[in-house]
Antibody, heavy 119, light 105 residues
Framework: EVQLVESGGGLVQPGRSLKLSCAAS????????MAWVRQAPKKGLEWVAT????????YYPDSVKGRFTISRDNAKSSLYLQMNSLKSEDTATYYC????????????WGQGVMVTVSS | IQLTQSPSLLSASVGDRVTLSCKGSQNINNYLAWYQQKLGEAPKLLIYNTNSLQTGIPSRFSGSGSGTDYTLTISSLQPEDVATYFC????????FGGGTKLELK
């Protein structure tokens, strides 16, 4: 069974940093692109970052480019999101998601972790 | 590409045939998926490539469309289908629609 379990969320002040983690199991992690998707309270979904199988390629929307960094450790089957210079508009539930091979869509998601940016 | 879903709120009765709409600002070339999100849960993939049913999803769910206009149909609404449904395009970038909240009448 595919499982994705996020951790590392919490309350953080504007301008500070936070690092999220995602522990994957039930599939060969190193064979899959992985991503982070977020959902602001009572809002829609927004793709945040994607990383290739080896970690050599990463992709971001303009809203987080230069502030967020996605990375992975295939030996630990773990995905990470380093978030710097956080803003109030980054407040959201962050989901770790697996990308379906050959498609730019996400077939399994974690339960999500809440990040609140507030002073 | 911007995605506009309608209606934003839909009330229907058990057994009803339900149709949800998703319209793109440009041609999506059938790279359109649908997700179901129940309250407090992660999104679940229902349909991909416009009309391909994800493994394990009941056959009462179906998708159709082309160009800029796409539809998710539930042939006979069940109580467990109460959720918010998001469309998602992966033809040019990766964007989600604003969602349609489906409730029981």
């Amino acid at each position: 069974e595919v499982q994705l379990v996020e951790s590392g969320g919490g309350l953080v002040q504007p301008g500070r940093s936070l690092k999220l983690s995602c522990a994957a199991s039930g599939f060969t992690f190193s064979n899959y692109y992985m991503a982070w998707v977020r959902q602001a309270p009572k809002k829609g979904l927004e793709w945040v970052a994607t990383i290739s199988t080896s970690g050599s390629r990463t992709y971001y929307p303009d809203s987080v480019k230069g502030r967020f960094t996605i990375s992975r450790d295939n030996a630990k089957s773990s995905l990470y999101l380093q978030m710097n210079s956080l803003k109030s508009e980054d407040t959201a539930t962050y989901y770790c998601a697996r990308r379906r091979p050959g498609y730019n869509l996400f077939d399994y998601w974690g339960q999500g972790v809440m990040v609140t940016v507030s002073s | 590409i911007q995605l506009t879903q309608s209606p934003s709120l839909l009330s229907a009765s058990v057994g009803d045939r339900v149709t949800l709409s998703c319209k793109g600002s440009q041609n999506i070339n059938n790279y359109l998926a649908w997700y179901q999100q129940k309250l407090g849960e992660a999104p679940k993939l229902l349909i991909y490539n416009t009309n391909s049913l994800q493994t394990g999803i009941p056959s009462r769910f179906s998708g159709s469309g082309s160009g800029t206009d796409y539809t998710l149909t539930i042939s006979s609404l069940q109580p467990e289908d109460v959720a918010t449904y998001f469309c998602y395009q992966y033809n040019n970038g990766w964007t989600f629609g604003g969602g349609t909240k489906l409730e029981l009448k």
